[in-house]
Every structure is written in C-alpha cells, then in structure tokens.
C-alpha cells in the first residue's frame, strides 16, 4: 500500500470518527479505503451499462 494525505472537511471527519466510535470500521483509513473501494466499483459499474 502507498500512503497519501489529503484534507477532508470537518464534518467528514466528526463521521468518520463517530463510524469507527460505533465499530462499524476499526478507523479512519479502513472506512476510507472501503469508500474507495465502493465509488470505484460503483463507477466502473456505471460506466460499461453506459458505454
């Protein structure tokens, strides 16, 4: 994995820390990793029912 640092707006970061307070995620980079992950796939799937 490559590490990257970017600016998130405060209130994206109050959530994410309220989903990894909540346990949904063990922190912040996992629950950014899956959005990631999601969007990606999502646009990939959009794009071939697209094109």
């Not at 994995?1 to 309220?18: A, C, R, S, V």
């Not at 959005?35 to 796939?41: K, S, T, V």
Request: proline residues 6%; charged residues 30%; glycine residues 2%.
């Amino acid at each position: 994995m490559k590490l990257i640092t970017l600016y998130l707006p405060e209130p994206y970061i109050k959530l994410l820390d309220q989903l990894v307070n909540e346990r949904y995620y063990p922190n912040r980079a996992e629950a950014i990793r899956v959005a990631i992950r999601d969007l990606i796939n999502e646009e990939v799937v959009r794009r071939k029912a697209v094109g």
